[in-house]
């Protein structure tokens, strides 16, 4: 059942006539107004929840918000009216650093703004004559566009899809001409605006965005902004997350970025960024979202991004973040089985167990890598004696009882212990001594399925209930 909600000038207007008929102080009728409210069972995620006392006045005024996008609405008329001068492009620009800022701080003031024509308004200024001559006017426009579409993407319409990739073309056309802030603010509010939003997704597609932004990719592969931001574009086309379609077009939008040859772009970007570590993870999380089909596992594989993947994971200083990316990676192209042999003799193993002992106590981190190697040594008993050899078995003990109480850990260090032993029997002595038993059965609290697999390939007693037995029910057509 959807939850009630009611308009801005509602709850404004119960907030003055608290202070009015009351005579309350502003934050007293702001507090009983939003207990009266949540009291009655009203969703308040749409409203601001701030008091802004007019100085002459000493009334409730305008929300900042709104007084912003009156004075940009203003600005506009001037410009269509012809007057560009500096005093009216420095009062735009003031505006559109205050309009920003009000955004930045919660969905209710975007909402708020929204519900005012402010799409509209920011598309206008984005395509101003002011916009194209300066590049300053410019940037602040596409900040607030992006500021206003984080969490909004249905505030997009056909014509501003049309704007931005005709801005995005433009400017890989002019070969470096165009301001590179103002070009990765223009990919920002297409990634925006495809964020749990699949009808865009698929619209954006349609319109060769995919094609646009391995063009970008191929030309600018030293700005590290722009890349980032075409990376995080590439992930927000490859994910299911629009809970208002029944099912989206992720495995087919993944397929169609590789086939376009990004792959072999992202691997080249990669090795230009060695330096910037934050970049590589990105750029993994990418190919690991990427990583949709068996021969494209084995195409990273063989343009050298185990390589690559493998030497940052190696290097001591090496964040959490960037670690954890860059397991989640190997562990989506170790569905393929050559690639996980190929992990194996690359020594990836020790690498590995190396970067999860670094980062032991880092329940992320331990996840990962945890999935990483239940990945890569399942149906390879070959794999599973290599991380025996790295003393593995002391490694997943210790994570069992450092995270006892996080259940993705515990769901995929069991999972890891199951496939290490499931095939190599010969492998559940070192487990039981260190152990492993009372903490298996602990696990079940949070994974019983995956604890009780653990225990059952370690030959150890455990109950398996058989949930329906076809009786005293029988099944009717």
């Known amino acids: ?149 984080n969490g909004q993407p249905d505030l997009m319409t056909a014509d501003g899809m049309d704007f931005l990739l005709e801005t995005v073309k433009t400017s890989t056309s002019n070969e470096g001409d165009s301001h590179p802030l103002n070009f990765a603010l223009t990919i920002k509010a297409i990634r925006f605006s495809c964020i749990k939003h699949e009808t865009n997704r698929q619209a954006y597609v349609k319109r060769g965005l995919i094609k646009t932004l391995i063009n970008i990719l191929g030309n600018t592969k030293n700005d590290v902004k722009v890349i980032r931001e075409v990376d995080a574009t590439f992930r927000a086309l490859v994910v299911d997350d629009d809970v208002r379609v029944p099912f989206g077009k992720a495995h087919d939008h993944a397929k169609l970025i590789v086939e376009s040859g990004a792959l072999k772009l992202l691997l080249e970007v990669m090795q230009s960024c060695m330096h910037d570590q934050a970049a590589v993870g990105d750029l993994s999380s990418t190919l690991g979202r990427l990583s949709v089909r068996n021969e494209f596992c084995q195409e990273i594989v063989n343009l050298g991004g185990l390589k690559s993947v493998l030497k940052v994971l190696g290097d001591d200083l090496a964040s959490q973040v960037v670690v954890r990316q860059l397991l989640e990676l190997l562990k989506a192209i170790a569905g393929n089985d050559e690639v996980k042999i190929a992990i194996v003799n690359a020594g990836g193993i020790r690498t590995i167990l190396g970067a999860m002992s670094r980062y032991v106590r880092a329940p992320q981190v331990c996840q990962a890598g945890c999935g990483a190697v239940a990945a890569i040594v399942l149906r390879k008993p070959i794999n599973c004696q290599a991380v025996m050899d790295a003393e593995g078995a002391k490694l997943f003990v210790q994570i069992l009882t450092i995270h006892s109480d996080e259940a993705k850990v515990q769901t995929q260090a069991c999972m890891a212990v199951r496939n290490l032993v499931a095939r190599t029997r010969e492998h559940k002595e070192p487990f039981i001594q260190l152990g492993i038993e009372g903490l298996l059965r602990d696990a079940a609290k949070h994974c019983p399925d995956e604890s009780k697999a653990a225990l059952r390939d370690l030959d150890l007693k455990v109950e398996l209930r058989e949930l329906w037995k076809g009786e005293k029910t029988p099944i009717t057509n």
């Open 1 to 149: 059942m959807a939850s009630k909600r009611i308009t801005q000038d509602t709850f404004d207007a119960v907030v003055k006539e608290n202070m009015d008929e009351f005579e309350m102080s502003a934050e007293e009728a702001l507090a009983d107004s939003i207990q009266q409210f949540e009291s009655q069972g009203i969703n308040l995620a749409n409203i601001i929840k701030e008091v802004h006392i007019g100085e002459e006045s000493g009334e409730p005024a305008k929300h900042p918000v709104n007084v912003a996008l009156d004075g940009l609405t203003e600005g506009i008329k001037n410009i269509t009216s012809g007057a560009e001068g500096m005093e009216v492009q420095e009062a735009i620009i003031s505006h559109l650093e205050v309009f920003k800022t009000e955004c930045d701080k919660d969905l209710a003031h975007r909402m708020q703004a929204a519900s005012n024509e402010a799409f509209p308004t920011l598309l206008l200024l984005a395509q101003s004559r002011l916009a194209k001559t300066d590049d300053k006017f410019q940037c602040k426009a596409f900040e607030s566009l992006c500021s206003l579409l």
